[in-house]
């Protein structure tokens, strides 16, 4: 199996924005790409079709510096957009003027903070019921002890919790597996749920019961490796990061109705080399591939693999293609965002 590129697009950026500092995503309905941008607060929608620029939305209220890097933001549409603020624990209603519609809730009390928390960097989102769904990363307590699962649910209309999901057995041993955050996605009524240091997903109804597990790994994945305490804290943290094999991102294709689940295989720092030496490391299984792609077929489980290849956490399909952003064709040109339109061949 391999990704076949179909086309190449091309979207215009002003001087403000960063292009490796965006999340993209896509409104099938509105035939709308966004794209969200920190600094400035802003998020551009472009006509898909044309590539033109449709509408700015600037969120002046939001001009505390501690938010810039830590907000959370899912898009209904130009005038429905969900922010959440890790700092506050707040979800806000915001409308296409940049101005707050409706205070939501408040996501996580103090007694909740104190056990687990919600990622910033994994995307949240609401379902078509009006329901979120948050990434949970365990603190304090053990995972073996605490109430939080991997996933928290949040309802739109009546503010009440509940988690969905379990914890695989190897993240009872090290509360550090949690950190790396979960990916989720919904897929016919049930919720599909990749962690990312297990072989198998899980599959939980929309009310949360676990429905059933089942393998989707692959091969070039390595065993997990726990930090060194007796390392220097910001290296043994460094060197953890960019070693170990672990499971990012999960997607939908609707063009080929796969699930497509990425592996991020890590690199082979030696023991007495810094891994902030600057040198190029090779993968974990000494060759050159960094990433690969399990394809999974819902209903009967893995298909195949991509070997080499990568999703990202904001490309997004249609029953035309996927569509990954492209960040290594030219670079340094700060004034185009590049996006590839693949299929699965």
């Given at each position: 199996?391999?990704?076949?590129?179909?086309?190449?697009?091309?979207?215009?950026?002003?001087?403000?924005?960063?292009?490796?500092?965006?999340?993209?995503?896509?409104?099938?309905?509105?035939?709308?790409?966004?794209?969200?941008?920190?600094?400035?607060?802003?998020?551009?929608?472009?006509?898909?079709?044309?590539?033109?620029?449709?509408?700015?939305?600037?969120?002046?209220?939001?001009?505390?510096?501690?938010?810039?890097?830590?907000?959370?933001?899912?898009?209904?549409?130009?005038?429905?957009?969900?922010?959440?603020?890790?700092?506050?624990?707040?979800?806000?209603?915001?409308?296409?003027?940049?101005?707050?519609?409706?205070?939501?809730?408040?996501?996580?009390?103090?007694?909740?903070?104190?056990?687990?928390?919600?990622?910033?960097?994994?995307?949240?989102?609401?379902?078509?019921?009006?329901?979120?769904?948050?990434?949970?990363?365990?603190?304090?307590?053990?995972?073996?002890?605490?109430?939080?699962?991997?996933?928290?649910?949040?309802?739109?209309?009546?503010?009440?919790?509940?988690?969905?999901?379990?914890?695989?057995?190897?993240?009872?041993?090290?509360?550090?597996?949690?950190?790396?955050?979960?990916?989720?996605?919904?897929?016919?009524?049930?919720?599909?749920?990749?962690?990312?240091?297990?072989?198998?997903?899980?599959?939980?109804?929309?009310?949360?019961?676990?429905?059933?597990?089942?393998?989707?790994?692959?091969?070039?994945?390595?065993?997990?490796?726990?930090?060194n305490n007796k390392s220097s804290a910001l290296e043994e943290s460094a060197r953890y990061q960019l070693t170990n094999s672990r499971y990012t991102n999960l997607l939908y294709d609707k063009s080929s109705g796969y699930l497509i689940r990425e592996g991020s295989i890590g690199s082979n720092i030696p023991d007495n080399v810094s891994p902030f030496s600057g040198e190029i490391f090779p993968s974990r299984n000494?060759?050159?591939?960094?990433?690969?792609?399990?394809?999974?077929?819902?209903?009967?489980?893995?298909?195949?693999?991509?070997?080499?290849?990568?999703?990202?956490?904001?490309?997004?399909?249609?029953?035309?293609?996927?569509?990954?952003?492209?960040?290594?064709?030219?670079?340094?040109?700060?004034?185009?965002?590049?996006?590839?339109?693949?299929?699965?061949?």
């Open positions: 199996m391999e990704l076949e590129h179909l086309e190449t697009l091309y979207f215009p950026l002003d001087v403000t924005t960063l292009r490796n500092k965006i999340r993209m995503g896509y409104l099938e309905d509105l035939d709308l790409l966004y794209v969200h941008n920190e600094n400035p607060k802003k998020i551009d929608f472009y006509d898909f079709s044309d590539k033109t620029l449709f509408q700015t939305v600037e969120f002046d209220e939001i001009d505390s510096k501690r938010v810039l890097n830590k907000t959370m933001v899912h898009v209904l549409s130009p005038d429905s957009i969900y922010i959440y603020d890790q700092i506050t624990n707040k979800l806000v209603l915001y409308s296409d003027k940049g101005k707050e519609l409706h205070h939501v809730g408040t996501v996580l009390d103090e007694n909740d903070k104190a056990d687990y928390g919600i990622m910033p960097w994994c995307y949240f989102y609401r379902n078509y019921t009006g329901n979120f769904f948050f990434g949970v990363t365990i603190r304090g307590e053990p995972v073996k002890k605490t109430n939080a699962s991997p996933v928290l649910f949040y309802s739109e209309s009546t503010n009440k919790k509940k988690f969905f999901g379990v914890w695989p057995e190897e993240y009872l041993k090290d509360n550090q597996m949690s950190f790396s955050g979960p990916s989720f996605l919904e897929v016919d009524d049930h919720l599909y749920l990749s962690m990312g240091f297990s072989d198998k997903l899980q599959v939980l109804s929309s009310s949360g019961e676990l429905i059933s597990t089942f393998l989707a790994n692959s091969n070039l994945m390595r065993p997990y490796r726990s930090i000494n060759d050159d591939i960094y990433f690969v792609l399990i394809i999974i077929d819902p209903k009967n489980g893995k298909v195949g693999e991509i070997q080499g290849s990568w999703i990202g956490n904001d490309s997004f399909s249609t029953k035309d293609g996927i569509y990954i952003q492209d960040k290594l064709t030219d670079p340094k040109n700060e004034d185009v965002l590049i996006v590839n339109k693949m299929r699965i061949k």
